[in-house]
């Protein structure tokens, strides 16, 4: 079972909502489902807990007259397991990937070790500024996993038909009332594509995934850090730390 969560995790972290389908329901064959088992069984198995829960996208890089570092990919909770992971997988397919933590210790482990081109600390208050000066050109893809005062801050710098990945709203869980959005104008001037997307999306890509994430996590070019809470008794604080952002990469309990 370890096993195939880790594989479905991986393709998932992997499944490109550049299609971005209308609907439609798709299924595993049992083929599929041997090719999954039969790649994760090289991995390690430990990194079954980060991508399980990276739920994101690989191909944020979409084709483009343009080469691809010509164009800006912001991506938020850059240092988190979500984001840590798709900024990566963008920097392999040949994208600039800029990315946005809580802390200077994080942003230096987003650039220093998962090598994005430049990471912005949100909790210095000059995100604006600094958004400015990492993406001149403007936002082409913003990967957001936050929501809130950071996703309204990218929207001001998006660009002309750009696109938004919708993977979470972090900010917003430990909330009872939602915040929203406040700068919704630029979805209209911009005829920016919001599309969320969930871990069962784009099944029929899982195969082709494991081949190169598979390869990626084997060859080190997908690196990950894990934030191990020991024992179920601190199971609750954990969760709520991973909230506010205590965590760096994977938070997991280890149970023994």
């Known amino acids: 079972m370890k096993r195939i969560g880790l594989a479905f995790g991986l393709c998932a972290c992997w499944a490109c909502t550049t299609s971005l389908p209308v609907s439609g329901v798709y299924s595993v064959g049992k083929d599929a489902a041997s090719q999954c088992i039969k790649h994760c069984e090289s991995l390690d198995l430990r990194f079954a807990a980060l991508v399980i829960m990276a739920n994101s996208t690989g191909c944020i890089c979409e084709p483009r007259d343009e080469p691809p570092e010509a164009h800006a990919r912001v991506l938020s909770h850059a240092a988190g397991a979500v984001g840590g992971v798709v900024g990566q997988i963008a920097k392999i397919q040949g994208c600039r990937a800029i990315g946005i933590a809580g802390g200077a ?5 987003a650039v220093e070790e998962l090598g994005y081109d430049a990471c912005i600390d949100y909790k210095a208050g000059r995100l604006d500024e600094e958004l400015r000066r990492a993406a001149p050109g403007g936002v082409d893809v913003y990967f957001d996993n936050v929501g809130g005062e950071i996703t309204d801050a990218v929207l001001l710098r998006m660009n002309p038909f750009s696109r938004i990945p919708l993977c979470g709203l972090i900010s917003e869980y430990q909330y009872p009332e939602p915040r929203g959005l406040r700068n919704v104008r630029s979805f209209l001037i911009n005829r920016i594509k919001l599309q969320g997307f969930l ?29 191990v809470a020991e024992g179920l008794r601190n199971a609750p604080a954990a969760f709520i730390g991973m909230l506010s952002g205590k965590n760096l990469g994977k938070q997991v309990v280890k149970l023994r």
């Open 105 to 109: 210790d994080k942003c230096r482990y």
């Open 199 to 227: 871990v069962s999306d784009n099944l029929h890509r899982w195969p082709a995934a494991l081949a190169d994430l598979g390869r990626w996590v084997s060859e080190g070019r997908i690196k990950y850090r894990e934030t």
